[in-house]
């Protein structure tokens, strides 16, 4: 449900009236009848156009093709390209290590306006800044016009701020939320007709991993949930990252939905997890990717000590968000079904078991049909490498 952020009061009474229903039914009946759709995986050996598009295709078509989700619409694609340009692993190109990949981006770009797509919009809050961007990408070494000619009307839009609109547009959680009741974002994010969550597998030193879902913990605008926001009013332009989401220090500006409840946990793994599910409520997702031709093993970015760069080649596509990263997580060979002190969780809540209970999507490996390549063809061992990492840190620190 979207609304802009007049008749902000009522929004909020009628969100907060939710959450007495939704509780009412146990975890167990909400997972029991959590949609299970089909997730297509295929291997993928390089980012070369002649294997890409050809694989994108046929994935999509095992999903029931694009065109009747996209045709005459609007799309709007989150991309990943978390940390600042210059933060690199090793000599690696970005999209090698831990930003979603130009040529992926390019590619389903094109499927997309193959498809029909309207409009097609690349969308992302770059690391403090209100630069467009095009300009944050070249800094990247990437060539936008790449992506922009992949399909008619494409365009990009910084997504950390107000933006091209004239007011932020406020998205509401149907489920009341576990953090927050509702979000005031980028306009983009209410005007689109279909959203794509495109992301990048990796691990997630706070939330323990992050594919489709936590890739939406960048819808947040800096100027309203970042480190530099202003107090009664979003600040101008963004600055500074999101340390207010994840520990909680700090509520975000007045004009926007304050926290449920002040007095919750404020650890980070308690709070990403739950932030990132009433994000995805709030915005829902009705395409999610996740490649892994190559990427890095370890975190979410090249400051995570002891990441390595790793090429899974393979590449995993779903209509449900949460049966996507579940699928994912088999393939990482971890179990999707693992909670706090279970890896990938170790320090952190699942965000996978977080969504399941609010009714978005089964976990459950069992329920979901697999088309394509299967989990144990596709496989590479994420979860051998985290053991290896962690010992490597612990005889480090002893």
Same mark, same amino acid.
């Given at each position: 449900?979207?609304?802009?952020?007049?008749?902000?009061?009522?929004?909020?009474?009628? @969100? =907060?009236? !939710?959450?007495?229903?939704?509780? %009412? +039914?146990?975890?167990?009946? *909400?997972?029991?009848?959590? $949609?299970?759709?089909?997730?297509?995986?295929?291997?993928?050996?390089?980012?070369?156009?002649?294997?890409?598009?050809?694989?994108?295709?046929?994935?999509?078509?095992?999903?029931?093709?694009?065109?009747?989700?996209?045709?005459?619409?609007?799309?709007?694609?989150?991309?990943?390209?978390?940390?600042?340009?210059?933060?690199?692993?090793?000599?690696?190109?970005?999209?090698?290590?831990?930003?979603?990949?130009?040529?992926?981006? @390019? =590619?389903? !770009?094109?499927?997309?306006?193959? %498809? +029909?797509?309207?409009?097609? *919009?690349?969308?992302?809050? $770059?690391?403090?800044?209100?630069?467009?961007?095009?300009?944050?990408?070249?800094?990247?070494?990437?060539?936008?016009?790449?992506?922009?000619?992949?399909?008619?009307?494409?365009?990009?839009?910084?997504?950390?701020?107000?933006?091209?609109?004239?007011?932020?547009?406020?998205?509401?959680?149907?489920?009341?939320?576990?953090?927050?009741?509702?979000?005031?974002?980028?306009?983009?994010?209410?005007?689109?007709?279909?959203?794509?969550?495109?992301?990048?597998?990796?691990?997630?030193?706070?939330?323990?991993?992050?594919?489709?879902?936590?890739?939406?913990?960048?819808?947040?605008?800096?100027?309203?949930?970042?480190?530099?926001?202003?107090?009664?009013?979003?600040?101008?332009?963004?600055?500074?990252?999101?340390?207010?989401?994840?520990?909680?220090?700090?509520?975000?500006?007045?004009?926007?939905?304050?926290?449920?409840?002040?007095?919750?946990?404020?650890?980070?793994?308690?709070?990403?997890?739950?932030?990132?599910?009433?994000?995805?409520?709030?915005?829902?997702?009705?395409?999610?990717?996740?490649?892994?031709?190559?990427?890095?093993?370890?975190?979410?970015?090249?400051?995570?000590?002891?990441?390595?760069?790793?090429?899974?080649?393979?590449?995993?596509?779903?209509?449900?968000?949460?049966?996507?990263?579940?699928?994912?997580?088999?393939?990482?060979?971890?179990?999707?079904?693992?909670?706090?002190?279970?890896?990938?969780?170790?320090?952190?809540?699942?965000?996978?078991?977080?969504?399941?209970?609010?009714?978005?999507?089964?976990?459950?490996?069992?329920?979901?049909?697999?088309?394509?390549?299967?989990?144990?063809?596709?496989?590479?061992?994420?979860?051998?490498?985290?053991?290896?990492?962690?010992?490597?840190?612990?005889?480090?620190?002893?």
């Amino acid at each position: 449900m979207h609304k802009n952020c007049s008749r902000r009061e009522w929004l909020l009474r009628t @969100a =907060a009236a !939710v959450p007495g229903t939704w509780l %009412a +039914g146990s975890p167990l009946s *909400r997972a029991a009848s959590a $949609p299970a759709l089909p997730v297509a995986v295929a291997k993928c050996t390089t980012y070369e156009t002649a294997e890409l598009v050809p694989t994108l295709s046929k994935m999509f078509d095992q999903l029931g093709g694009l065109g009747r989700l996209v045709n005459g619409k609007t799309v709007g694609i989150k991309v990943n390209l978390t940390g600042d340009p210059t933060y690199r692993l090793g000599y690696a190109p970005l999209g090698d290590s831990h930003y979603t990949h130009p040529q992926v981006i @390019a =590619a389903t !770009v094109h499927l997309l306006g193959r %498809a +029909g797509a309207r409009r097609i *919009r690349v969308l992302e809050s $770059p690391w403090a800044t209100a630069d467009p961007v095009e300009e944050y990408v070249l800094r990247a070494n990437w060539e936008p016009r790449d992506i922009l000619g992949a399909a008619p009307n494409v365009e990009f839009e910084n997504t950390n701020y107000l933006g091209r609109a004239k007011k932020y547009s406020r998205l509401i959680v149907p489920t009341g939320g576990y953090i927050y009741p509702a979000f005031d974002l980028n306009h983009s994010y209410a005007d689109c007709d279909v959203f794509v969550s495109l992301a990048k597998m990796k691990e997630h030193d706070t939330a323990g991993i992050t594919l489709s879902m936590k890739n939406c913990f960048g819808l947040t605008p800096a100027t309203i949930y970042g480190s530099g926001a202003g107090i009664d009013e979003p600040s101008i332009l963004p600055n500074g990252g999101r340390d207010m989401v994840h520990s909680g220090y700090r509520q975000p500006s007045k004009s926007a939905p304050p926290e449920k409840d002040p007095k919750s946990p404020r650890d980070g793994g308690y709070r990403v997890p739950r932030t990132v599910v009433d994000l995805v409520g709030a915005r829902p997702i009705h395409l999610a990717i996740v490649e892994a031709v190559r990427t890095m093993a370890g975190g979410e970015g090249p400051w995570i000590d002891g990441c390595t760069l790793v090429s899974p080649g393979v590449i995993v596509a779903g209509l449900n968000c949460v049966n996507t990263d579940a699928v994912c997580m088999g393939v990482m060979n971890f179990d999707p079904m693992a909670d706090r002190g279970t890896p990938p969780f170790e320090t952190s809540d699942s965000t996978l078991r977080l969504a399941e209970d609010a009714g978005l999507g089964t976990r459950d490996l069992r329920r979901i049909e697999v088309v394509g390549t299967p989990i144990v063809q596709a496989k590479f061992d994420f979860a051998a490498l985290r053991r290896v990492q962690r010992a490597n840190a612990a005889r480090q620190r002893g």
